[in-house]
Nanobody, 124 residues
Framework: QLQFVESGGGLVQPGGSLRLSCAAS????????IGWFRQAPGKEREGVSC???????KYADSVKGRFTISRDNAKNTVYLQMNKLKFEDTAVYSC??????????????????WGKGTLVTVSS
């Protein structure tokens, strides 16, 4: 059974950091592009970052320089290191695996397998 489990969300103050994890079971992430997405209350889902099977990365302009995506194929896990968090980063963060190995210009292109998400709240 294909499954993604996100973890690492929580409450953090502005300027703080969190590291999200996306652990896969039932399949190997090695050949998939993996994306992180977020959805804030009342807003549409947006692509945050993507990492290809070869390790190439893409970021939304709103998180460039603050967030870093990485993957550990041995642990079948993808991470999202989030630094200098802002109020507007508050959202449910989800990971997804694409049926392609590269990160498309359209963030959700090919994204087929989705996790349920983890809540990140940035508040003072």
């Amino acid at each position: 059974q294909l499954q993604f489990v996100e973890s690492g969300g929580g409450l953090v103050q502005p300027g703080g950091s969190l590291r999200l994890s996306c652990a896969a079971s039932g399949f190997s992430l090695d050949y998939y592009a993996i994306g992180w997405f977020r959805q804030a209350p009342g807003k549409e889902r947006e692509g945050v970052s993507c990492i290809s099977s070869g390790g190439s990365t893409k970021y939304a302009d709103s998180v460039k320089g603050r967030f870093t995506i990485s993957r550990d194929n041995a642990k079948n896990t993808v991470y999202l290191q989030m630094n200098k968090l802002k109020f507007e980063d508050t959202a449910v963060y989800s990971c997804a695996a694409a049926t392609i190995s590269y990160c498309s210009a359209r963030p959700d292109y090919g994204m087929t397998y989705w996790g349920k998400g983890t809540l990140v709240t940035v508040s003072s």
